[in-house]
């Protein structure tokens, strides 16, 4: 007898009850020889007629998988490659014939209608038997939701908590200090100490001090600008040789070494001076922080009775800049600053800020050099304010003298770059200053309220202190950043069109006023070094804020236990509900911005015990978005700490991801799989916004572009297994982007418009002629005015915009819809610099305008996804006044008009049954509403 044909050996939806990443299994009583899997939309039938199930497959759209495990096996193996689940695309899944008696899904959903059709391993080859679906199919299989332990971590239900998901980062840069100076500084220290023993110094002195001072200088200006501080202002030109970070020392060591072996040759230098360099070849002999210190203070006597005490072959300035230079480089380390500080570097410090040698401006920058590197270390800071050996958390009373000096600098009208750098100190030093008196009021607090049954009036003011002090930190913390040049001169310079030579309203003119408009949720960039002043053992920020979370969460507690209480605590419960909320809004500025998320992250202890405390033991999985979080914050109404914990590790979640994303082999498993978690984060409204992060990474955005590139449909990339992962990992980047582009903020435009062009080609080389409503599709529509602003500027885009509210082709010269559809991207709408004087907008729209009775067109659904990307770009473009003024010329408001119009039509015309054109966006009014409203914005 004959193979006989496959049936239905099980039917039925697996449901649950939210959104979320879930791992099912099907667990049958006896082998069975599996030959497809069906999947059922939401009211769909199978195409089986023995099956009755009605589909409910959630969302219509995701990715899947699908394992079993053969007979003798341990591990599970895949039935088939990752596939991306799709309503609109085949859902009958043929696989080759395998033997098993458990299959596994995973995937993303919420429910799943599930058929699969095989045989029993018995009948195969010998009978051909039929099931009764009602009593035979029952018995032959059981169902339940899986928790696998033989099933890879990465193929469970990703429920875990969030210290037993985290690692430790790798490929993210850290925004901590270093904790000591390099091997490279050590080096050139030493070496520079062992030339300064020479009894013949003096002859190559001019040389050596040129050398060491442009190495000093090169290194501050460079260190400084990887805190993203533009530094071209200061005035150490001269000093400096242009040099990259890393090769400033190993040049410098290779300049003095050149210098050495010069005077060696000519019998100016005795001995075998290079043989006594082994320190350069070896670690071993390398001199500690703490023995470089020593002989540097050897060399530099300080003592305030005694003007300078330097080498006494230089000059007094010369012995000044070189104290300088030597202890810049000491202190760019954290346990070489501590033992200079502690030997008495700062003393030397405060004393040369109130020597009159301000008429040196290299020598000035270069002591405020020193100073800004001390003072990224607790032990600086307190050394500058005076409080230098402090043995407990009390705060010195009195004045500071070296951030009086300072401020005396400041105050002296002083030139831009010294001035602006004098206000960034003092700045860190306020801020520090600030967080150690929040400390000092939060452990007082601590120490006279034992429960809220006992608030008294001292509490009270206490209580009042402490949230004082946290408003002013907040305040700093935000207000952190370079000083702008407020001369004429350096306003006119940051007003000034760069690139204007290719057109006022060019792409590279303009693109950059995107990322400075109003309309953004992700802020500035805080101050790295800041940050890293809340992390040293004299300012227990963290701890500080989890016990006033704490506290906070007993007091609100109580309000449950009657009136009385209520009177009894009502002044201490009102300033600590207001103390919670300046936590939370700490908490919410720090994931507004990169180095925040992963300052938080580089701490995962803290993060992970912090995010406890804010969720306490709610068994909650819902929660409002981070950004109406802020805006209830900043608005003073109170936000749930449950809500700012379920944020904060989403966020961390996703900058975690970045982090492994950026460290997996592309086109691998491990890569898939962490596009798979951030698009699972993204099914809710909170996690949407914490993937939308990933714009604050352009790393990230750099490497799913990569992704998309290389995932070419025709050129699959397998694995060891054999196992194509192309098709996967290109929708789920597409998927991800998607999240990007369709983000109404200038934060989330400005994260992908550089890479429009590149993005296109992407896409429309991978998926060509695709007419399937996927994710990369509706990508290509959303992108779409992005490619023509970057070829044509805000002027092509205009007149892109009028072609589609027009009801027409988005080309002037060509039939098709879409930029996408044509490779020819150069061509799109043609040069606004070879078009006539003839205004194309008005030639498009003013007939239309003109017939009174225009009561508007209906636009096509990917009109409007790009009609709204258009005049979402020319609503920000059009905050700068010169740019709307030549918007408004080219006939802005007439387009404008006509949008208005049409969306009123469309508007009146929907119903609650309206198709939606995005499965992933919903229904279209939503979108014509936004365009509405930029419209409105651009007006």
């Not at 002013?472 to 006119?492: E, F, H, R, T, Y």
């Not at 009102?574 to 938080?600: H, K, W």
């Not at 929660?623 to 003073?636: D, Q, W």
């Amino acid at each position: 007898m004959g193979r006989p044909e496959p049936y239905v050996v099980f039917a039925q939806t697996f449901v649950h009850p939210q959104l979320d990443e879930y791992v099912d299994e099907v667990l049958f009583a006896e082998p069975i020889v599996i030959t497809a899997c069906e999947f059922l939309e939401q009211n769909a039938s199978s195409a089986s007629t023995a099956v009755t199930l009605l589909g409910a497959t959630s969302p219509p759209s995701f990715a899947l998988e699908v394992f079993v495990q053969c007979e003798g096996e341990a591990r599970f193996r895949r039935l088939c490659q990752p596939f991306l689940y799709s309503h609109l695309s085949s859902n009958v899944l043929e696989v080759e014939a395998v033997v098993t008696n458990h299959l596994v899904v995973r995937g993303s959903y919420r429910s799943l209608s599930l058929i699969v059709y095989g045989n029993t391993a018995e009948d195969l080859g010998q009978f051909n038997i039929e099931f009764d679906l009602d009593s035979s199919l029952a018995n032959l299989v059981s169902t339940s939701e899986a928790k696998l332990e033989d099933l890879p971590p990465l193929l469970h239900s990703r429920n875990s908590k969030f210290g037993d998901s985290i690692s430790t980062l790798k490929a993210l840069p850290s925004v901590l200090p270093d904790r000591d100076i390099s091997i490279q500084i050590r080096q050139f220290l030493q070496l520079i100490f062992k030339i300064l023993d020479l009894p013949d110094f003096g002859d190559l002195g001019q040389e050596f001090m040129a050398t060491v001072t442009s190495a000093a200088a090169s290194f501050f200006i460079n260190d400084l600008a990887k805190s993203g501080i533009t530094l071209h202002q200061l005035n150490l030109g001269r000093l400096t040789n242009g040099e990259k970070p890393l090769h400033i020392f190993i040049e410098a060591k290779r300049s003095l070494l050149d210098l050495c072996r010069k005077y060696v040759g000519e019998g100016n230098i005795h001995g075998d001076f290079l043989g006594e360099c082994g320190f350069l070849e070896s670690e071993a002999d390398l001199a500690t922080s703490k023995e470089l210190t020593d002989l540097f203070f050897l060399h530099f006597q300080c003592n305030k009775n005694i003007p300078f005490a330097g080498h006494p072959h230089l000059s007094q300035s010369n012995n000044v800049l070189l104290w300088l230079s030597l202890a810049l480089l000491l202190c760019s380390g954290k346990e070489s600053c501590f033992h200079c500080i502690n030997g008495g570097g700062m003393e030397h410090l405060v004393f040369l800020l109130g020597k009159e040698i301000q008429n040196s401006t290299a020598v000035t920058l270069m002591l405020l050099g020193v100073v800004e590197q001390a003072t990224r270390y607790s032990v600086g800071c307190e050394g500058v304010l005076g409080w230098w050996p402090r043995e407990d958390a009390t705060v010195p009373s009195g004045i500071s003298e070296g951030y009086s000096l300072l401020l005396k600098l400041l105050m002296q009208k002083q030139r831009h770059d010294i001035a602006a750098l004098a206000t960034y100190i003092l700045h860190r030093l306020r801020f520090y200053e600030v967080a150690a008196r929040y400390e000092c009021a939060v452990l007082s607090m601590l120490g006279g309220l034992s429960g809220a049954r006992n608030a008294t009036t001292a509490t009270s003011s206490m209580l009042f202190n402490a949230k004082l002090h946290l408003k002013k930190l907040l305040k700093l913390m935000n207000s952190s950043g370079w000083i702008q040049d407020p001369s004429p001169v350096g306003c006119a310079t940051r007003s000034f069109m760069v690139g204007a030579a290719e057109g006022l309203l060019s792409y590279k003119t303009t693109h950059k006023l995107i990322s400075s408009s109003s309309c953004r949720f992700l802020q500035q960039e805080i101050d790295a070094k800041l940050l890293s002043l809340l992390k040293v053992p004299h300012c227990y920020f963290d701890a500080v804020i989890l016990q006033a979370v704490e506290m906070s969460r007993n007091l609100i507690t109580s309000l449950g236990v009657g009136l009385r209480v209520l009177k009894k605590v009502g002044h201490a419960l009102e300033a600590f509900v207001d103390l919670t909320s300046s936590i939370e809004a700490a908490v919410i500025r720090l994931m507004f911005c990169r180095t925040g998320l992963v300052f938080l992250l580089q701490h995962p202890d803290l993060s992970s015990t912090m995010i406890d405390a804010f969720r306490g033991t709610d068994d909650v999985n819902e929660c409002i978005p981070l950004r109406y979080a802020s805006v209830l914050i900043s608005k003073g109404f109170f936000c749930r700490l449950l809500d700012v914990g379920m944020n904060l590790e989403m966020h961390l979640r996703v900058v975690n991801a970045v982090d492994r994303l950026l460290t997996s082999t592309p086109q691998s498993e491990e890569f898939l799989w962490v596009l798979w978690e951030l698009c699972s984060l993204s099914r809710s409204e909170c996690g949407r916004q914490a993937v939308l992060a990933l714009g604050l990474f352009p790393e990230a955005v750099r490497s799913l572009i990569e992704a998309l590139h290389s995932a070419k449909e025709l050129e699959p990339v397998s694995l060891s297994c054999g196992t194509p992962l192309n098709l996967a990992i290109f929708h789920a980047s597409a998927e991800i982007f998607e999240l990007i582009v369709t983000d109404p903020t200038s934060s989330s435009l400005s994260a992908w418009i550089v890479h429009a062009t590149d993005l296109h080609k992407a896409l429309h080389s991978s998926s060509p002629g695709s007419n399937r409503k996927d994710a990369p599709t509706r990508l290509l529509e959303w992108i779409d005015a992005g490619v023509v602003y970057q070829k044509n500027g805000a002027i092509g885009l205009l007149r892109y915009a009028a072609v589609l509210a027009s009801g027409g082709d988005a080309h002037i010269t060509s039939t098709n819809t879409l930029v996408s559809e044509s490779m020819d991207v150069e061509n799109v709408v043609g040069d606004s610099s070879t078009e006539s004087d003839v205004n194309v907008v008005e030639s498009l729209l003013g007939k239309l305008v003109s017939e009174k009775s225009f009561d508007g067109v209906a636009l096509r659904d990917s009109s409007v996804a790009q009609l709204t990307t258009a005049i979402r770009i020319l609503a920000f473009l059009s905050e700068n006044s010169d740019i709307a003024a030549s918007l408004y010329d080219e006939g802005a408001l007439t387009v404008v008009y006509v949008i208005l119009v049409n969306c009123r039509l469309m508007l009146e015309r929907s119903s609650n049954n309206y198709a939606p054109f995005s499965s992933s966006f919903g229904d279209p009014r939503v979108t014509l509403l936004v365009m509405f409203n930029n419209a409105e914005t651009l007006a």
